[in-house]
C-alpha cells in the first residue's frame, strides 16, 4: 500500500482534518449500516465506514443503526430470483424494475385525486425508498395518504414494498392486500405472492401468482408481472418436488423477461436460477442447499451479521450465496468487499471490490473501492477511483450522495498533497450536493469546518 507524498501544507491540512473530524477507532470498530434487498434481482450492499466526516444516519429499516463515518458509498443492487414490481418516477430506472411511472400507474384503476403536497410528499418517499431510507420512507407515504384523506392504492403498494425491504413481511402483507381491496391487480398479486415466497407460505404464494397471471396487467408494466408469478410458481413448486412444473413456468418465466430486454446481469441470475432448479431435479442440489440460497431471508442473515459486527460469519454467508447462486454478481462481491473490509482485511476487500468492478463498472463500485482505499490513507487509487465514478451516470436514488462522497475524497487527497486551489472546489461541490442530499444539519456544519479550514490555509499562502 502507498501514501501519499505530503507537503508542508498537506501537513497541516492533515493534521486540521484529523483534529477536526475523525472518530478515534479502528477498522475493527468500524459501524456497518444494513440495507436490504432492492430490485427485481437485487439488494443493495451494506456500507461500512471510513474514517473522513461525518455520516448521516441511514435508518434503512425500523431498528435504528449506528452512524458510520464517511464516505459512505451508496447502496448498489445485487441479483436474487424474485423482487418486488416497483413504480418508479423514472422510467428505465436500474435499481426497482420493472420500471412504471408513478403517475400513470396511480391513474389505473380508482383514482384518488391527490393535491400537490400529497404528490410531493410521496415523491419524497419515493426517493428514501430507492436509497434504501424505509423507515423514513414509510413514514413520508403514510403522511402522504394522511394528506388525501382516504386510502390511496399506490401508497399502499408502496408502504408495503418498504415493509417487505425492511423485513417486516407480515406489515407488507397487510398493505399490499390492501391495494387489492382498493383494486385487485396483477401487479399488487405478484408483489404479494412474491412476499409469500420469502415467507414460506408456498400456498398463498401460488394463489396469487395463478390470479395475477389470469389478469390483464397494467398498460405501463408489461408483462413484468407475469415473469414475477412464473418465478414464484417456479420456486414454490420446486419446493414441492413438482419439477417439470417448475421449468415449465422457469421457461415462461425466461421468454417474458428476454423479450422484456431485460438487462444481462439479471438473465444471468435467471438462467442460474433455472438451472438450479435442474440440479435438484437430477439429485446432484440438495433441496436445502437451493432454498438456502434463493430465499430473501438467507440474505437477511448475512445482513444482520454484518450490523452486529459478526463479519466472519457474514464472510461465510455470502461466499456461501456466491458459490451457489450468485456467480456473476457484482453485488455479491460487494457485500464481501464490505465483509471483509469489516474484518480488517483490506486487501481482500479490494480484491472483492475489485471484481465487483469487473461485472459491473458504476459509479457505486468505485466509490466503495474508493472509499476503502481513502480509509487506508491511499490516497492515489482513491482520487482515481473517485474520479472516474464522478465521469459515470448515477442512479437517480442517491446521485447526489454518492457525487458528494466522490467530490470529497478527491479534495481532501488535493488538499494533503498541497493543492489547495483545487481542494477547495471539490470540498465545496460535496457540500453543495451534500445539502442536496440526506446529510444533517450537524454534519453540514462539520464538513464546513473543515472546507473553511482549508480555505484559511488558501488564503494564508
Not at 415473469?227 to 418436488?241: F, I, K, S, V, Y
Not at 456544519?445 to 472546507?451: D, H, K, L, R, S
Request: aromatic share 8%.
Amino acid at each position: 500500500m502507498t501514501s501519499p507524498s505530503l507537503s508542508a501544507q498537506g501537513i497541516v491540512l492533515l493534521a486540521l482534518f484529523f483534529l477536526t473530524l475523525f472518530p478515534a477507532c479502528d477498522a475493527a470498530e468500524q459501524s456497518v449500516v444494513v440495507v436490504s434487498e432492492n430490485e427485481v434481482e437485487s439488494l443493495p450492499p451494506p456500507t461500512v465506514a471510513a474514517p473522513e466526516r461525518p455520516a448521516p444516519a441511514v435508518h434503512q429499516t425500523a431498528a435504528q443503526y449506528s452512524d458510520p463515518p464517511t464516505p459512505r458509498p451508496t447502496p448498489i443492487p445485487t441479483p436474487s430470483p424474485t423482487a418486488l414490481i416497483a413504480p418508479t418516477p423514472e422510467a428505465g430506472h436500474e435499481t426497482v424494475p420493472p420500471p412504471f411511472p408513478t403517475d400513470v400507474v396511480h391513474s389505473i384503476g380508482p383514482k384518488t385525486p391527490m393535491s400537490v403536497e400529497a404528490a410531493l410528499i410521496r415523491d419524497a418517499g419515493v426517493l428514501l425508498f430507492e436509497a434504501g431510507q424505509y423507515a423514513d420512507a414509510i413514514a413520508k407515504f403514510e403522511a402522504a395518504m394522511e394528506e388525501v384523506g382516504e386510502p390511496v392504492r399506490i401508497l399502499h403498494t408502496w408502504i408495503g414494498q418498504s415493509y417487505r425491504m425492511s423485513g417486516d413481511m407480515n406489515q407488507a402483507i397487510f398493505h399490499f392486500s390492501r391495494a387489492i381491496e382498493i383494486f385487485d391487480n396483477s401487479s399488487d398479486r405478484a408483489n404479494r405472492a412474491i412476499t409469500y415466497q420469502d415467507m414460506n407460505l408456498c400456498a398463498e404464494a401460488m394463489e396469487d401468482s395463478y390470479a395475477a397471471l389470469g389478469m390483464e396487467p397494467f398498460i405501463s408494466e408489461g408483462s413484468h408481472s407475469y415473469l414475477e408469478a412464473h418465478l414464484a410458481l417456479a420456486t414454490c413448486l420446486t419446493r414441492g418436488e413438482r419439477y417439470s412444473e417448475a421449468l415449465e413456468h422457469m421457461t415462461k418465466g425466461l421468454a417474458i423477461a428476454n423479450g422484456a430486454g431485460v438487462r444481462q446481469e439479471r438473465m444471468d441470475g435467471l438462467n442460474g436460477l433455472k438451472s438450479d432448479i435442474e440440479a435438484v431435479a437430477d439429485g446432484s442440489m440438495d433441496l436445502e442447499n437451493f432454498f438456502a440460497a434463493k430465499t430473501f431471508h438467507f440474505i437477511q442473515q448475512g445482513l444482520a451479521y454484518l450490523n452486529a459486527g459478526d463479519f466472519q460469519e457474514a464472510i461465510k454467508t455470502f461466499e456461501s450465496a456466491r458459490a451457489r447462486h450468485w456467480r456473476k454478481s457484482s453485488g455479491i462481491f460487494n457485500f464481501l468487499g464490505q465483509s471483509y473490509a469489516g474484518a480488517g482485511n483490506h486487501e481482500t476487500a479490494i480484491l472483492n471490490y475489485s471484481k465487483a468492478i469487473e461485472l459491473r463498472d458504476d459509479a457505486y463500485n468505485r466509490v466503495f473501492r474508493a472509499s476503502q482505499y481513502f480509509a487506508y490513507g491511499d490516497c492515489e487509487p482513491a482520487t482515481a477511483d473517485a474520479l472516474v465514478a464522478l465521469e459515470q451516470p448515477l442512479y437517480v436514488d442517491a446521485r447526489m450522495h454518492t457525487a458528494s462522497d466522490a467530490n470529497w475524497i478527491v479534495g481532501y487527497c488535493l488538499g494533503a498533497e498541497g493543492q489547495l486551489e483545487e481542494a477547495v472546489n471539490y470540498l465545496e461541490k460535496s457540500i453543495r450536493l451534500a445539502r442536496s442530499s440526506n446529510y444533517s444539519a450537524e454534519e453540514i456544519e462539520g464538513m464546513n469546518e473543515v472546507y473553511e479550514g482549508v480555505q484559511a490555509l488558501l488564503e494564508g499562502n
